[in-house]
């Protein structure tokens, strides 16, 4: 059990006890534990500089020292340093790792564990079982969502004149015992209404039902405005779209308690629901993966794998076979046949780090595979049909790189469905001494964070964000001990470069003029226009919907 501290009370949580735990690395020194670190992505950097995912103090320590890698066999660790990499006392530049092995790497010890504590463990109650939603997301807004959903207008019958909006994805249509009462004098499954995407699906039942006066038979389909009859009852169906702002205190790993950051995690709850692929913008360090990893564990596919690739680290030649996979013999080296990315995601979820570092060549082949649903090993001859859902991320602009011919504007369209926007930490230093506070309590066991650190953390701008934060707490761990004060802490704000503008969706580009003088530019063609504005055509559809434009 673990206990979460809100706003206003303290909440225990209890803890699933038949998850897979996470693998980890313990950090020790004489006999103590420095600090832990999940291994949550497919490739951990360890090194002395603040970009590495674990970033160590010392001379002793490269800049990038090793990399530990999640591979189709197992773990590996691969030195990249000049001082040296020991595995269980052995000096090693490529190993596999076993449980419990003992690393050595400078002056620090670490022990690589396949098993976590309850600590790393997802709580019970975040992943809801259910079928489809009776919505669909058509915009991600800057405090919550817009969904289409469908409601039924009653005409006739006992309901006449009002108006039932759908909140179940199945419901049954009778009487007492139905999802949707009607009357006492039906049965409880008199009659079924399924929700795809915010459009209804009849079903019949044990009442007959017509559809524009035909008999339904069988699943059918509705068009809006045609009358539906269950008995005495007759309602027409109606899509309307909704504004939703949901504020959450929490999602996933992250936290915060900022406004900002609360109707974040509301927006990624209602994305996390539903299939569409999702963009994650914002700045190195800001939290995308832990976002996607968020995403996945609340969505329908929280039991399949969820498989991280870091679109930056991957060479030119062996794209395919990382993504695609390849069969035996299909190059040197190719001593097996391994599976890609999209078969080892297949019934989960698919997280592409970095996708705006892809080069032109590569993005072509993605697309091909994300349009199609077609992936083809290298030297196969069949094609195969993995089931993935799509999550990107980038802390480049994807709509300034489609004008300047740098990123594919197709590839765009089909990774920005859903576009999340991580706000960098200086924006929010309310979470500042609540995210600190949470670090040290899940990295470094026993360690105490005083009012004084808080204190200095919060005059500062955190350039390389929360990654930057987990970095320094660490150092301050390893060099001072375990009572965190305001002269323990140093801060290397010259190891981060400025970072491109973010990904966030200006205000001027969603102004009712600014999308009145682009359709007017482009003849009232609304595809061209959504291209131009960088932003979905459903999206798009919506805004002049809300602002009566068309």
Not at 176 to 184: H, K, T
Not at 326 to 353: I, V
Request: proline share 5%; charged share 25%; glycine share 8%.
């Amino acid at each position: 059990m673990a206990i979460c501290t809100s706003r206003n009370t303290t909440v225990r949580v209890h803890w699933t006890l038949d998850t897979p735990t996470m693998p980890h690395l313990q950090f020790i020194r004489a006999g103590k534990t420095l600090f832990i670190h999940p291994l949550h992505s497919e490739r951990t950097v360890i090194g002395r500089s603040d970009r590495c995912d674990v970033a160590l103090p010392g001379d002793e320590i490269s800049r990038i020292h090793c990399v530990i890698e999640r591979k189709r066999d197992g773990w590996w660790i691969t030195d990249r340093s000049r001082h040296g990499l020991r595995v269980n006392g052995e000096a090693e530049k490529v190993a596999k790792l076993s449980d419990g092995d003992r690393l050595v790497f400078g002056s620090f010890t670490s022990k690589f564990w396949l098993q976590g504590d309850d600590s790393l463990r997802r709580p019970t109650g975040q992943t809801p079982r259910w079928e489809g939603q009776p919505e669909e997301i058509v915009d991600v807004l800057d405090r919550g969502v817009a969904m289409v959903q469908a409601q039924l207008r009653f005409v006739r019958g006992a309901r006449k004149d009002e108006i039932l909006r759908v909140k179940l994805s199945r419901a049954s249509l009778g009487g007492p015992g139905a999802d949707i009462v009607l009357d006492e004098d039906l049965s409880a499954r008199a009659a079924h209404v399924r929700v795809v995407r915010g459009r209804i699906m009849l079903a019949p039942g044990e009442v007959p039902m017509t559809l524009a006066g035909q008999r339904v038979r069988e699943s059918t389909p509705t068009v809006l405005g045609e009358e539906v009859r269950v008995g005495t009852h007759g309602f027409v169906i109606e899509v309307v779209t909704v504004e939703e702002t949901k504020e959450l205190d929490s999602f996933g790993q992250m936290v915060g308690s900022s406004l900002k950051m609360r109707q974040l995690f509301g927006q990624l709850s209602r994305v996390s629901a539903h299939e569409h692929p999702v963009l994650l913008t914002g700045e190195s360090g800001t939290g995308k993966e832990l976002a996607a990893q968020g995403i996945h564990r609340q969505s329908l596919r929280c039991e399949e794998p969820f498989v991280a690739i870091n679109c930056a680290a991957i060479a030119s030649n062996l794209f395919e076979s990382e993504l695609f996979g390849h069969e035996k013999g299909a190059f040197t080296g190719a001593d097996a046949r391994q599976d890609g990315a999209f078969h080892r995601a297949s019934g989960g979820c698919l997280f592409l780090d970095e996708v705006g570092e892809l080069k032109l060549e590569m993005q072509a082949k993605l697309l091909r595979a994300l349009e199609s649903g077609e992936v083809r090993r290298v030297g196969a001859k069949r094609a195969e049909y993995p089931d993935v859902r799509v999550v990107a991320a980038t802390n480049r602009d994807l709509r300034r790189m489609v004008r300047e011919g740098t990123f594919r504007e197709d590839l765009f369209f089909r990774l920005a469905v859903l576009t999340v926007w991580l706000p960098p930490l200086r924006d929010r230093s309310e979470d500042i001494g609540l995210l600190a506070k949470t670090l040290v309590t899940r990295n470094h066991p026993g360690a105490t964070l005083t009012d004084a650190a808080v204190k200095e953390m919060l005059g500062y701008n955190w350039p390389g964000n929360v990654r930057e934060m987990r970095n320094v707490i660490t150092r301050a761990v390893v060099m001072s001990g375990p009572l965190i004060n305001a002269d323990s802490l140093v801060f290397n704000p010259w190891s981060f470069e400025p970072e491109p503008e973010p990904q966030q969706q200006k205000s001027y580009e969603l102004d009712p003029d600014a999308i009145r003088a682009a359709l007017a530019r482009n003849g009232n063609n609304r595809s061209r226009t959504a291209r131009e504005l960088g932003i979905p055509r459903s999206s798009l559809l919506y805004r002049i919907r809300k602002y009566s434009l068309g």
